[in-house]
């Protein structure tokens, strides 16, 4: 039986965040009110006239530093004609000819170890409005908000050979995005969205078979459907001896197939020609070494540092590093209470399910790392039982309340007062006479349960180690 080979390129669609679009001083933010993020530039008005948002540039810039690719310091745009109704122009602004980077580089990791996937190019776009079909009355509305929103389009070569080295490069690509604060790559949103070239050839042959593209594919987990989906479908076409079209395709997650949209569409569809009413763009060596200079520490240096100085298990230090905003958050922590690995062992367990519990991304967790600091303080003094801090600090992270001030208001600080301490455990024995009895007797465990019934006494207010200690002594008095 024949073995074939998948074939995979990817063009990834990020929209950058800047706070207005690309050539003109609308809004960017996400979920206005149809047609209200709109002006005569982004909806295609006769005589209106684009002007460059240099942010984008700039973004676009740090996009290709990250990713090693070269620049090129005189760019320019063109303009790509085609005709749809959430196309206000009936073109679109790109850049075909000279985009402003280009022959890159990531690496990603893979079952067989590392994997550099290259880097075409890195072109700046506009973006299209976006089309709402109303089945109830039967029409489609369109919403030109989203119209002229910054775009990067990201283009590799055909380096990938499976689903799990794709979404690994997805994930790569989101990860430097973010850590570069380029763009939020909500895929949710439609801020990262990916189109996928395959094409599967036999085993050992060199020439690439015929390639399909599948549109705006906007989840992981859809992205590795559509790829196994098409990669079945193209080898029973083999298999059967018909030829692979080239053409691009739609994928229904919810059918888990493809059907075909148009016939692919080359350069020379689209009529390219340079736009006449935007200049050549000359970005000088100097703006260039000043962005290298002021690219932040990614993912995989934060990692081995935070190993080294740290000295964190690699696993945890994965974790840690998977967001800018938790990373930056536990570093404050880490410095503030001068105990990394304790900060570290709280951020694993109390914040990771707090944010898992309330289904909250990195980005939203907001509280002040010193009230995080302050309480972990407070535990380290034994000032406040490990109990009743999970509890403070479920406030913290929901209100950002001062947990010192609190713990002080709520009667939570652990008490000292050892007569109050004595006269409890005495209480608390004399109410309890058969388990007494069975801890008199040598039964050991039975200590763990008055232990707890103090504690709850005293509302956890109590040191563990403290009721423990008291407790033997009364228990050896009454032996």
């Known amino acids: 039986m024949k073995q074939y080979e998948t074939i995979i390129g990817l063009e990834v669609h990020v929209e950058l965040a800047t706070k207005t679009k690309i050539f003109c001083g ?16 982004c909806t295609g008005m006769p005589g209106s006239l684009p002007v460059l948002n240099k942010k984008v540039v700039e ?3 740090k996009a290709g530093l990250a990713t090693n690719c070269q620049i090129h310091q005189y760019c320019k745009f063109d303009r790509k004609n085609y005709f749809y109704p959430d196309n206000p122009q009936n073109y679109q602004i790109s850049q075909l000819y000279l985009p402003i980077c280009h022959d890159g580089w990531v690496e990603i990791e893979t079952s067989a170890g590392k994997k550099k996937i290259r880097i075409h190019e890195m072109h700046m776009e506009e973006d299209a409005g976006k089309l709402i079909h109303d089945e109830w009355e039967d029409c489609s509305l369109v919403d030109y908000n989203r119209s002229g929103v910054p775009l990067i389009e990201i283009v590799s070569e055909p380096d990938m050979r499976s689903a799990d080295e794709v979404i690994a490069y997805l994930e790569k690509l989101r990860c430097i995005m973010q850590y570069l604060g380029v763009s939020d790559c909500k895929l949710q949103e439609g801020s990262m969205r990916a189109d996928v070239n395959l094409s599967v050839r036999e085993v050992g042959t060199e020439k690439f078979g015929t390639r399909t593209e599948m549109k705006n594919i906007n989840s992981f987990k859809a992205i590795a459907h559509a790829i196994e989906g098409e990669r079945e479908r193209q080898i029973e076409l083999l298999e059967m001896g018909k030829a692979v079209t080239q053409e691009t395709r739609r994928w229904d997650d919810n059918k888990e197939s493809s059907h075909a949209m148009r016939s692919k569409e080359d350069a020379k569809d689209y009529r390219y020609f340079p736009d006449p009413d935007l200049p050549p763009i000359h970005i000088s060596s100097e703006w260039i070494e000043e962005l290298k200079k002021g690219l932040p520490e990614f993912r995989e240096e934060k990692q081995l540092r935070y190993q080294e100085e740290y000295g964190l298990p690699a696993y945890d230090a994965g974790i840690l590093t998977e967001s800018r905003h938790l990373s930056d958050l536990f570093e404050e922590v880490a410095t503030l209470c001068g105990n990394a690995k304790k900060a570290a062992n709280w951020f694993m367990v109390e914040v990771l399910r707090l944010m898992k519990d309330k289904g909250l991304e990195p980005e939203k967790v907001s509280f002040t790392p010193k009230h995080l600091s302050d309480l972990l303080e407070m535990i380290e003094k034994k000032e406040v039982s490990p109990q009743n801090a999970k509890k403070v600090f479920e406030l913290v992270f929901d209100e950002d309340i001062d947990p010192v001030a609190y713990v ?42 008055f232990v707890g019934q103090i504690m709850k006494e005293l509302k956890g207010k109590a040191n563990p180690a403290s009721v423990r200690e008291a407790l033997n002594a009364e228990i050896e008095k009454r032996k």
Not at 26 to 41: L, Q, R
Not at 422 to 448: F, Q, R, Y
């Open 26 to 41: 609308c809004s960017t933010e996400f979920g206005g009110a149809p047609n209200t993020h709109t002006c005569p530039v």
């Open 59 to 61: 973004f676009a810039l």
């Open 408 to 449: 002080e208001e709520h009667g939570l600080k652990i008490v000292e007062d050892t007569g109050l301490l004595t006269d409890t455990i005495t209480k608390i024995l004399d109410a309890n006479p058969g388990p007494l009895a069975e801890l008199l007797s040598g039964k050991d465990k039975v200590m763990s349960f």
